[in-house]
């Protein structure tokens, strides 16, 4: 549970920065302008946020059909104990 939470809040934290960094990059026109767009009433940075999101979710979804990044994150989830004993492909080996 606390490497869920953990990387959950990693992966907030990097998009916090990555889209203010953005916004940040369309304000002073180095990016295309529309990312320096701010929500009407919210006053956040939403096309950014917008790119990001959809970015983010793309390499996810790329990512799930790469087998050794699918075994990253299947492993990152799994318990160490479960994971040595069903990747163990001998059967001379007792847990």
Same mark, same amino acid.
């Given at each position: 549970? /606390?490497?869920?939470?953990?990387?959950? /809040?990693?992966?907030?934290? $990097?998009?916090?920065?990555?889209? &203010? =960094? +953005? *916004?940040?990059? #369309? !304000?002073?026109?180095? +990016?295309?302008?529309?990312? #320096?767009?701010? @929500?009407? =009433?919210?006053? =956040?940075? *939403?096309?950014? $946020?917008?790119? !990001?999101?959809? +970015?983010? +979710? #793309?390499? *996810?979804?790329?990512?799930?059909?790469?087998?050794?990044?699918?075994?990253?994150?299947?492993? #990152? =989830?799994?318990?160490?104990?479960? &994971?040595? /004993?069903?990747?163990? @492909?001998?059967?001379?080996? &007792?847990?």
């Amino acid at each position: 549970m /606390a490497l869920l939470l953990s990387t959950i /809040a990693t992966l907030e934290t $990097t998009l916090i920065q990555v889209t &203010r =960094t +953005l *916004f940040t990059m #369309g !304000v002073t026109a180095r +990016l295309p302008k529309v990312l #320096g767009t701010t @929500h009407p =009433t919210r006053k =956040t940075p *939403f096309v950014a $946020t917008m790119v !990001v999101t959809v +970015l983010s +979710l #793309g390499l *996810f979804i790329a990512s799930q059909s790469i087998g050794s990044v699918g075994n990253i994150l299947t492993d #990152g =989830t799994t318990p160490s104990r479960f &994971r040595s /004993a069903s990747t163990t @492909h001998s059967p001379d080996i &007792r847990w």
